[in-house]
């Protein structure tokens, strides 16, 4: 007999149905009883804004009450009136920019021509970024354009970034860049 | 019908892979090296650590290009052939409650081979050990009154989940609706299996193994033999 896979489903479909009847059949309840612990049970939940894109899907970050509060779990927040609790592969990825091993915990600085990277203190790495961005900052400052209008600004820098900030750090940010004078400020989520 | 069930709807899925990636997050599950093959599916295929995969299929059908995307998953069996396969509780049972399908460690000293054979939708993956790992329901989130992690993060209301009853009635009502702009809309095994997926195309544009009926292979002899001789193994076992 040639037994197709739709044919065998319907098979045993019907000697599953001649069990039922027959009522015979031994308990396997102790290994399918499932006693499951959900892994958030005892979370502290903090809501959270998404920080990929313009749309800014709610969600939650479960962490750990006990033990050294990491984060467990992040999920959509359902109570969010743009999501509902729904979220895109990178916000259901969200759990990685906290948990996770490839994530640098130390400023890295590699110097110019240089083919590695070094770890440096956090005090050196931003007194160096002030020191360069002052320069270059102080170097293209341009108070007025060709035509001898106004316009204070700096076209030696620019900024692009951040994908890993929210919308207020965002705007903080921004604020910033443009009291330097910057003009050419870009985010990944418009590009 | 009692238990638990899935209704897929792909035309709504738009390919975000959010439920590929909330899978992965919720079972911890580890990424994979990926390469660009020219096609935004990725990882290529399902794997001992990706249970959900959103498969992408470009097709022209009378003469216009057709994007098709299918996430994939395990059917989870109403009469599961996997299970019938391992012959064996302690390796792969039921859940009573919901009808999940749910796999364990003691997958490995099963005939592994066998138990992927067996699978009329080519679901099971084995790791190195030999155990096999597939689509779990969410066993523990669904146990514990939430819904799969897949159909959680669903931005569209492609994933649905809920009573078998329940997704019955919203898969038939769909279908209605998609079949008087989509004629070749169609539910796929409604009534073998919990994870029902409603697409507009020819399920095989989809995918090779998107419907069983379609599947171009026969079961194993040994698999046969098992599913036949299985009400008298179950009635000397009560005994």
New interface residues.
Partial sequence: M?????K??Q???A??A??AV?G??????P????A????T?HAKETTTICCYCAVGCGAIVQTDMKGDGRVI????DPDHVI?R?????????L??LGENENRLLEPMYRAPKAKKWKQVSWDWALTQIAKRVKKTRDATFARKNDKGQVVNRTTGIVSVGSAALDNEECWIYQALMRALGLVYIEHQARI | MPGKSFFIDTSLCMACRGCQVACKQWNGLPAEKTVNRGTYQNPADLSFKTYKLVRFEEVVVDGKLKWLFFPDQCRHCIDAPCEMAADDPRAIYQDRATGAVIYTGNTKKLDTEDVIDSCPYNIPRAAKDGSLAKCNMCIGRVKNGLSPACVKTCPTGAMNFGSRQEMLEMAKKRLGKVKKTHRKAKLLNPDDVRVIYLVTEDPDLYHKFAVASNSAFDISRAVALKRLIRPLTRLTASM
């Fill in positions: 040639k037994v197709t896979r739709r065998f489903m098979i045993s479909g000697s599953a001649g069990l027959s015979l059949g031994f308990d396997l309840s290994v399918r009883s499932h499951q612990m959900l892994k049970k779990n992040i999920e959509g999501n609790g729904s979220l895109c592969s990178k916000g259901a990825a759990f990685q």
